[in-house]
């Protein structure tokens, strides 16, 4: 197999991965990190990735770490199928969308952040929930300036990977997505397509259940 990926099953990070992964049906070898067990602090781990966080991705001759890079890499190294628009300013609003999930929502409700939240005596899931529909609402925004069946138009994009994870962390969450119709009209599209079926979480062998 061309690439090893470590990851946890539940992680938001991971699963976008593995969605781009499977889209571009390259195969791969899955390892398993639990972070509940605290296994991305051991040294071999960390020796693959020192922020010990997931995933990492691993090639013939090179690891990358951060979702974003991982897949932009993907993206670059195996074209077909594209998951990025043609045009300029629809693959910006792409990784708008992207972005926004990546960095304005995800690393403010993740267990490192929720744990930190606990410690100094606040609510770790009012917290999740406000991080989370206030991120909602811009994605709801420019999801329906640019709705087709995806987040961008009727071809599945990177976007719709990154979309996928943090609307089940939303629903995890406990959070009221009826305000978000255009996002869930999207989440409806995408769970029928057999690649993203299968990057589900619970289709790991790390998976809790």
């Given amino acids: 197999m061309l690439y090893s990926l470590y990851g946890f099953w539940q992680s938001s990070c991971t699963w976008r991965v593995r969605v781009v992964l499977n889209l571009k049906n390259i195969r791969y070898n899955y390892v398993p990190i639990n972070l509940l067990e605290g ?26 770490t951060q979702s974003m890079a991982i897949i932009q890499y993907l993206e670059s190294a195996h074209p077909i199928p594209s998951l990025t628009p043609t045009d300029y300013l629809l693959k910006a609003k792409m990784f708008e969308i992207c972005e926004i999930i990546n960095s304005g929502i995800q690393p403010l409700q993740n267990l490192s952040m929720l744990k930190k939240i606990k410690e100094l005596g606040g609510n770790p899931k009012d917290f999740a929930q406000e991080v989370i529909r206030k991120g909602f609402i811009s994605v709801e925004d420019l999801v329906s300036q ?4 995806y987040c961008i138009g009727n071809e599945i994009t990177i976007a719709d990977a990154f979309l996928i994870p943090q609307i089940n962390n939303a629903l995890r969450y406990g959070v009221d997505m009826i305000s978000f119709p255009q996002v869930m009209s999207v989440l409806e ?8 079926i299968k990057a589900s979480p619970d289709s790991k062998t790390d998976a809790i259940k």
Avoid: A, C, M, S
């Fill in 39 to 64: 296994v991305q602090k051991q040294d071999d781990y960390k020796n693959l990735n020192n922020l010990e966080q997931v995933p990492t991705l691993i090639g013939k001759t090179f690891r990358l």
């Fill in 146 to 149: 640019h709705h087709g069946k």
């Fill in 189 to 196: 599209e995408l769970n029928k397509v057999p690649e993203i």
